[in-house]
């Protein structure tokens, strides 16, 4: 549990900063779009990358690509909208997490009816989904940059300094990926917590669905 | 005096649920077997599932209505949040009372 939470902290962080990477990228790109300069762009892109290959210091932009880059988003759908619906084996698992076995079978299934429709309804939750699904993906987007060790390996000067800075890059943004998760969970705890002084059913039911998102594995990071 | 009749509506079907939910189980107790799961059980069980539906759609169309009904409370925000509460008690109550034995007036054994 608490490296679930744990998991879930660092993940929270990668958004922040990676929506600031976002929209800092954006709006540099769309003035240059209406210059109708691309074509600069793309020659200059390509310099940079040649000559700062050995030396490159990962960024946020960098990690924008790797979800951008195909397959692994299309997969990453789909596993939203299961995320975001608390399907039959989900109301399963809250109804086990409540206790009612066959003998209060009555009791669950006129709970379930309202818990669905108040689900449904409940925009503020879904955006917590949401916004944690996001989290949970630039959390592993991060750990796959991470594991690709890009750094130089050499001695030199150059190579340590690179090393260094490289280091300090993914502590920063680890903390700050655990932060904004850790905040994320909690106003998800507050939220099931409100609602389950009404709804029991719909507070467990919620509380599948969130661990549902931060307990699933990080996909393989995509082939390069 | 709506907002009773919704209640009590509320309640009668709260009442069904629990209703099916006892005939479900004697005729489980009745007809399974309990070293094993039947076809018998099953079919028992996809026939109460059914029924269980139709009460179940029944209490969608009741809530339907409930929003409607709560607006009235609207200008009184402690109105408002009682009308929630008797709702969500109904909703959450169990069918215990239903459960426990009966006697019968002409028992023997009632002093």
Redesign the interface.
């Known amino acids: 549990m608490i490296f679930r939470v744990a998991t879930l902290t660092a993940l929270g962080l990668c958004l922040v900063s990676l929506s600031c990477g976002q929209i800092s990228t954006s709006s540099a790109q769309t003035p240059a779009v209406q210059e109708a300069t691309p074509p600069d762009q793309k020659d200059v892109t390509p310099k940079l990358n040649t000559t700062a290959k050995p030396k490159k210091v990962i960024t946020n932009e960098d990690l924008e690509p790797h979800s951008a880059a195909g397959t692994t988003d299309k997969i990453i759908t789909g596993d939203v909208s299961s995320l975001l619906n608390c399907d039959a084996g989900c109301e399963q698992q809250a109804r086990e997490f409540l206790g009612y076995d ?6 669950w ?6 818990a669905r ?1 108040d689900l449904i309804a409940d925009s503020e939750w879904r955006g917590m989904l949401s916004q944690s699904i996001g989290q949970h993906r630039t959390y592993c987007n991060f750990l796959a940059q991470q594991s690709q060790k890009t750094a130089p390996s050499g001695n030199s000067w150059a190579a340590q300094v690179q090393r260094a800075r490289n280091a300090k890059y993914f502590e920063t943004m680890g903390n700050t990926l655990r932060q904004g998760l850790e905040m994320s969970v909690n106003r998800m705890n507050n939220h099931i917590k409100e609602v389950g002084e ?3 059913a719909r507070a467990a039911m919620m509380n599948v669905q969130a661990n549902r998102i931060f307990d699933r594995a990080c996909d393989q990071p995509p082939q390069r | 005096m709506e907002w009773q009749t919704y209640l009590r509506e509320l309640y009668n ?2 009442l069904k ?6 005939e ?2 004697e005729e ?1 107790n009745r007809d399974a077997d309990p070293h094993n799961v039947t076809p018998r059980e099953i079919a028992i069980d996809d026939k109460y599932d059914a029924k ?1 539906k139709e ?2 759609a029944t ?2 169309t009741l ?1 339907h209505r409930q929003a409607d009904l709560q607006k009235r409370f609207g200008a009184n925000p402690f109105a408002f949040q009682f009308s ?2 008797q709702t ?1 008690r109904i ?5 215990a009372l239903q459960r426990s034995p009966r006697y019968a007036p002409n028992d023997a054994d009632d002093p």
Do not use: T, W
């Not at chain 2, 649920?17 to 006892?22: A, K, S, T, V």
């Not at chain 2, 909703?91 to 069918?95: D, G, I, L, R």
């Open positions: 066959a003998d209060y079978e009555a009791e299934r006129m709970q379930v009816v309202r429709r009404l709804s029991p | 079907v709260h649920f629990c209703q099916l939910g006892d479900k189980r489980l269980f009460v179940q209490l969608q809530y929630i509460v969500s909703q959450n109550a169990n069918c």
